[in-house]
C-alpha cells in the first residue's frame, strides 16, 4: 500500500525502495501486485529495461495470475519501457498485443486513449 501511494504521489524512487524485497513478488496474497507497482515506477523514473523486465515477470507468470488486469497492463507497460530504451519494434509489438487484448474494448476508455496516441508517435 506504501508503494500505491508513493506512485500517486508521484514519488516512484521511494516505491521502488518499498518494493526492492525479494519478499514482494509474485506470491499468491499479492497476486504480482507488488511486481506490477514495482514495474510502474521504474517507467515513472525512466528506468526503461528495469520496467521491462518486471513486467516480464508478470508475463513469464500469466498462468499463475490471470485473469487479473494486470497482465493486458503488463503488455502496455512493455511497450512504453521498450520505448524508453528506444526499441521501437518491441515497443510496437507490445503495444499491438496490447490492442489484440483490448480489441473488444469501448474506445473512450482513458488508458486505450493514451495507448493509441502513444503508439501513433512510434510509427
Do not use: C
Not at 511486481?35 to 529495461?49: D, I
Request: charged share 25%.
Amino acid at each position: 500500500m506504501r508503494a500505491r501511494l508513493d506512485l500517486q504521489r508521484g514519488n516512484a524512487a521511494k516505491a521502488i525502495d518499498d518494493l526492492h524485497s525479494e519478499a514482494f513478488q509474485l506470491g499468491f496474497v499479492e497476486a504480482g501486485l507488488p511486481v506490477y507497482l514495482r514495474a510502474s515506477a521504474y517507467l515513472q523514473t525512466k528506468q526503461g529495461a528495469e520496467a521491462a523486465a518486471e513486467f516480464q515477470k508478470i508475463l513469464d507468470y500469466r498462468g499463475a495470475l490471470s485473469p487479473l488486469p494486470y497482465l493486458s497492463l503488463a503488455k502496455l507497460g512493455q511497450g512504453r519501457a521498450y520505448a524508453l530504451t528506444g526499441d521501437a519494434a518491441k515497443s510496437r509489438t507490445a503495444y499491438q498485443d496490447f490492442f489484440t487484448l483490448w480489441k473488444d474494448a469501448d474506445p473512450d476508455i482513458p488508458i486505450l486513449k493514451q495507448a493509441k496516441a502513444e503508439y501513433a508517435k512510434l510509427q
